[in-house]
């Protein structure tokens, strides 16, 4: 059976290319896509994550003594404030007092080579909403003491952080 499969194949003209190309393509598949080794690069709000945890360790290490490891969690990524015209028409009222108030708000944008964009006013790193640290084998005095300086350095609620010996 599978001989005629074959003999039927050579009959139809080009199948040597259509062979070839199935044989590329499963030979792509068993190699998989992969991303050409590219790596894939951290957010800004990764990035800032990583820095506030390594600042914390440091800053562990110089009040505790000890070698301190840092976690730190966030409820938001960068937040962006934009430049915008606002329009205020209000219709009184023959009393004096206000009967109608609509705001009209439309955000600036500037003209770029690859088109236009919004105009930045402020940006805002994430808030940082808890912190644990682990300084092993510090005394409790230090321990408080770290605990004090990040709620102080991060305007944290003595819930928000925890630091442990």
Request: hydrophobic share 45%; proline share 4%; with cysteine.
């Amino acid at each position: 059976m599978t001989l005629g499969i074959i003999e039927r194949l050579k009959k139809i003209k080009g199948i040597g290319y259509i062979l070839l190309a199935l044989a590329a393509g499963l030979a792509l598949l068993l190699m998989g896509g992969g991303d050409g080794g590219t790596e894939e690069k951290p957010s800004p709000a990764d990035e800032y994550l990583a820095a506030a945890e390594a600042e914390i360790a440091a800053l562990g290490k110089r009040v505790c003594g000890v070698n301190t490891v840092a976690a730190v969690s966030t409820s938001a990524g960068y937040t962006y404030s934009y430049a915008a015209d606002q329009r205020v028409r209000t219709a009184y009222n023959p009393d004096g007092t206000v009967a109608e108030k609509e705001i009209e708000q439309s955000l600036r944008s500037v003209n770029t080579k690859d088109g236009t964009a919004l105009v930045p006013v402020r940006e805002a790193p994430p808030r940082i909403q808890g912190v644990a640290v682990v300084c092993a084998g510090a005394d409790a005095t230090r321990v408080q003491t770290l605990k004090k300086l990040i709620m102080a350095l991060y305007s944290l609620e003595e819930t928000a952080v925890f630091v442990t010996n």
